[in-house]
């Protein structure tokens, strides 16, 4: 059973940086490590994902503002949010599954079901 444990958020002004961490219990072998956001009344949306070997996927709206990275000898995964929108406010949350295919990974970005683990949630409040 693997553990997500996050961290960091809070509230930040528009154009403002914050980074989530996300610490794994453990990401021995092939992962694919996602984070995700949800606003009341809303569905779960998919942010960014990163796949074992390293690619990444992103949703438009954060492209070129989000950056998702992990640190493989420390298990966390990371989200750095630069430029913030007040439309970013959400709770955010680090998701992980076991996937060996990058395109498999790739795709799961809009699959909340493909993640079996899941981290507690973070907030991010921006405002403008």
């Known amino acids: 059973q693997v553990q997500l444990m996050e961290s960091g958020g809070g509230s930040v002004q528009a154009g403002g940086s914050v980074r989530f961490s996300c610490a794994g219990s453990d990401y021995t072998g092939s992962w694919c490590l996602a984070w995700f956001r949800q606003v009341p009344g809303q569905e779960r949306e998919g942010v960014a994902v990163?796949?074992?070997?390293?690619?990444?996927r992103y949703t438009d709206s954060v492209k070129g503002r989000f950056t998702v990275s992990k640190d493989n000898g420390r298990n966390t995964l990371y989200l750095q949010m630069d430029s913030l929108k007040p439309e970013d406010t959400a709770m955010y949350y680090c998701a992980a599954d076991r996937m060996f295919y990058a395109q498999r990974c790739l795709a799961a970005m809009s699959r909340e079901a493909d993640f079996d683990y899941w981290g507690q949630g973070t907030q991010v409040t921006v405002s403008s």
């Open positions: 990163i796949a074992t070997e390293g690619s990444t």
